[in-house]
């Protein structure tokens, strides 16, 4: 079992910067590929990023590549994801999974623990 705990949501105006955290329990977290999912009102979950056991390998959807940046401390069982360049349509609820592999996947079904969100709200 893996639990997730994710932080570092809040408010912030278009242009700005925030950084989120998921600190994870569990002796697997190196084994596992680690993603960030967003979720905007009315609209379906959809992968942000995605990164490999090792941190080695990484994957970006269109919308955020150069401009977000997701890492792992496999020391710390926390894994990060900064995002800069906010704009408006980057507002959602985002979600830390815990991957059911090492290696990463932008399918939902690839991923076997959830956490509870965060809420990212970008103004204009």
């Known amino acids: 079992q893996v639990q997730l705990v994710e932080s570092g949501g809040g408010l912030v105006q278009a242009g700005g910067s925030l950084r989120l955290s998921c600190a994870a329990s569990?002796?697997?977290?190196?084994?596992?590929?680690m993603g960030w999912f967003r979720q905007a009102p009315g609209k379906e979950r959809e992968s942000v990023a995605t990164?490999?056991?090792?941190?080695?390998?990484?994957y970006y959807a269109d919308f955020v590549k150069g401009r977000f940046a997701i890492s792992r401390d496999n020391a710390k069982n926390t894994v990060y994801l900064q995002m800069n360049s906010l704009k408006p349509e980057d507002t959602a609820v985002y979600y830390c999974?815990?991957?059911?592999?090492?290696?990463?996947?932008?399918?939902?079904?690839?991923?076997?623990?959830w956490g509870q969100g965060t809420q990212v709200t970008v103004s204009s």
């Open positions: 999974a815990a991957g059911r592999g090492y290696w990463g996947a932008r399918e939902r079904s690839s991923y076997d623990f």
């Open positions: 990164i490999s056991g090792n941190g080695g390998s990484t």
């Open positions: 569990g002796r697997t977290f190196s084994g596992r590929a």
